[in-house]
């Protein structure tokens, strides 16, 4: 089992903290949150975590190796995807010429191993039909597989997904939450941090809410929902999954 640690996260912007003392932690199997209000500091934590934001204090841990001062593309290398939340495939490129710009990178596999390995990632995420289509012609449900399929010909241990709900529409969102399950029951680790808290949640089996900077609450999502401090901050005392 993997174990991916972020240890007392701190960043300043001008003079004021907006991230204090920040842990949190993700293993092989498991889906969490890291949600927040706007403003809280949890992109930023998240962005430190990824490797886009330089942390001034703490430790980003993965299976025991510290990866702080690692650049995103070395952290990548070692098993940290990440999908950010605009569109990141090529746009002038086929589907399986974008899956296959990251298969290549993998000096480990042969090109027979690499046509195998595409084949499998269209298969697996149903996307066989549109191998041949530009990245510009796909639907935002399509592009999201394509993004994720080749995240995956990375082989990473871990895969960080920046708003993976935002600007899609309701029947997409069903089918984001059944490839997140689907990346965990495949033995990877999932970060997600999402505006969209109540697909975020339903998705999760652990969270970890963040305001002003500090952690307030963490725990399984029934515990999120009745802490009265996340009532209180966030969430109200209406809201219900």
Do not use: W
């Amino acid at each position: 089992m993997s174990t991916l640690e972020a240890k007392n996260l701190a960043k300043s912007y001008k003079g004021r903290k907006v991230v204090k003392d920040v842990s949190i932690s993700v293993s092989s199997g498991q889906i969490v949150g890291l949600l927040g209000p706007n403003g809280a500091g949890k992109t930023t934590s998240f962005y430190m975590i990824v490797g886009l934001v330089p942390r001034d204090e703490g430790r980003i841990i993965l299976d025991n190796q510290d990866i702080s001062n690692m650049a995103m593309h070395s952290r990548a290398r070692n098993g940290i995807g990440y999908l950010p939340q605009e569109a990141s495939i090529f746009r002038r490129l086929s589907v399986e010429k974008n899956i296959l710009a990251v298969l290549e990178t993998r000096k480990e596999l042969s090109k027979n191993d690499q046509q195998v390995a595409l084949n499998d990632l269209l298969e697996e995420f149903n996307i066989e039909h549109i191998r041949k289509n530009l990245g510009a012609s796909l639907s935002g449900g399509e592009r999201r597989r394509v993004e994720i399929a080749r995240a995956l010909a990375a082989a990473p241990k871990f895969i960080l997904l920046d708003e993976p709900f935002a600007g899609v529409d309701p029947i997409s969102v069903i089918d984001i939450k059944k490839i997140i399950e689907h990346l965990r029951d495949r033995g990877l680790g999932v970060l997600i941090t999402d505006h969209n808290v109540r697909e975020t949640l339903d998705v999760c089996e652990f969270a970890y809410i963040v305001s002003q900077g500090e952690l307030i609450a963490s725990g399984e999502p029934a515990h999120i929902l009745e802490d009265q401090m996340v009532k209180q901050v966030y969430l109200g005392e209406e809201f219900k999954l």
